[in-house]
């Protein structure tokens, strides 16, 4: 019934961590703001899976983790309470830029690793952790962190790239990708630490003790982001075309660029 519209052997290799690292926040900022084309039209998408998503489940009060330079709070019409905590300063005050004047808006400045105290304030219907936990460098710590801020009925989406994305598997049948969870350059521009499938991320959120209540992909991406984003240049790829791919996983569910999965507390 959709809420909203009145106001998922230990983890596979595939989402083996790569390295354990602290994230450098100023780089992934450079790195994030420089950030244009296809990377933009994947943004847009993703938050329109995530609308679509949140439309489904009671959302008066609502945790995104990690706003990056596009919050989703504007793109929200209903909520009663909705708060952000993100590590980068730069990305904090263009949410709060955005959201002045705005008495439902509650911002934490760190990691909610570290900031459960402050963010367990408040209670929430609707966790939104997007493409976050492939960034970090221990995804379960993270996990447990977000668990401790959810009730008995929240429900936690959480989205990331797939690495088994039909243009990986292209890549990996082309032989240019020997292994699929091999990281590609873009992986490591972004400062990517673990790579997840489908199923990986939900048996991930299942060792944490969470009940896997939906999944699924998004947007597929045939090609490369650097051949994607020739063809878009040259208009080969048009609005029509990006929209049919992003209904593409209609046919083809698990191949998406990216993949979903949404949990409740065991």
């Not at 679509?52 to 309470?81: A, Q, W």
């Not at 939906?214 to 029509?240: C, Y």
């Amino acid at each position: 019934m959709a809420f909203g519209v009145a106001c998922r052997a230990a983890r596979s290799t595939e989402a083996r961590q790569v390295k354990r690292m602290k994230r450098d926040i100023r780089a992934y900022e450079q790195t994030y703001l420089q950030s244009l084309g296809l990377a933009t039209q994947q943004v847009r998408f993703r938050r329109k899976l995530i609308l679509e998503r949140l439309d489904l489940y009671s959302h008066n009060s609502i945790l995104e983790i990690g706003c990056g330079t596009e919050p989703l709070f504007p793109f929200i019409d209903c909520y009663e309470s909705y708060t952000i905590v993100e590590p980068s300063s730069a990305f904090l005050t263009i949410a709060r830029t955005r959201g002045q004047g705005n008495a439902k808006l509650h911002f934490v400045h760190g990691e909610v690793e570290t900031r459960g105290m402050e963010l367990s304030q408040r209670t929430y219907d609707f966790v939104i952790l997007s493409s976050l936990i492939h960034e970090v460098a221990q995804p379960d710590h993270m996990l447990a962190a977000v668990i401790l801020l959810m009730g008995a009925n929240t429900v936690l989406h959480i989205n990331c790239p797939n690495v088994q994305s039909m243009h990986r598997l292209l890549g990996h049948k082309m032989g240019l990708l020997p292994v699929l969870s091999e990281s590609s350059e873009l992986a490591k521009k972004f400062q990517r630490h673990s790579e997840f499938s489908l199923e990986s991320l939900s048996q991930l959120l299942e060792e944490q003790h969470l009940d896997v209540i939906a999944k699924g992909s998004s947007f597929i991406k045939p090609f490369s982001h650097a051949q994607m984003q020739a063809m878009l240049d040259a208009s080969i790829v048009t609005e029509e075309t990006l929209l049919g791919l992003y209904a593409l996983t209609e046919y083809f569910p698990e191949f998406g660029s990216e993949i979903y999965v949404e949990a409740r507390r065991r």
